[in-house]
């Protein structure tokens, strides 16, 4: 399974930015997919993940202001996100689940850069 994260960039306090995340290879085997992340001298948290049946969880920071959606036809995630805050700044980690064997693939990280 590979991952490529795009959408990262920069953005204004209280602006937004959408990322998505597309899956290739061995994509029909995956279950949940999400996004983490990953601030500057900090570490990686969980950001929000969708079940392949499109069930949605997210940290509690983001509620509301996140939205995690998925295409399963392009086996595709996305992330919106609204009312950007500066300490939502930092690497964001595309993730996907394979459901058989359980391991866990992460894309390589897209910048989100929020400035005042």
């Known amino acids: 399974v590979q991952l490529q994260a795009s959408g990262g960039g920069l953005a204004q306090a209280g602006g937004s930015l959408r990322l998505s995340c597309a899956a290739s290879?061995?994509?029909?085997?995956?279950?949940?997919m999400g996004w983490s992340r990953q601030a500057p001298g900090k570490q990686r948290e969980l950001v929000a993940i969708i079940t392949s049946r499109g069930s949605p969880n997210y940290a509690d920071s983001m509620k509301g202001r996140f939205t995690i959606s998925r295409d399963n036809t392009k086996n595709t995630v996305y992330l919106q996100m609204n009312n950007l805050q500066l300490e939502d700044t930092g690497v964001y980690y595309c993730?996907?689940?394979?459901?058989?064997?359980?391991?866990?693939?992460w894309g390589q990280g897209t910048q989100v850069t929020v400035s005042s």
């Open positions: 993730r996907a689940l394979h459901s058989t064997t359980g391991r866990l693939y």
């Open positions: 290879g061995s994509h029909s085997s995956i279950s949940n």
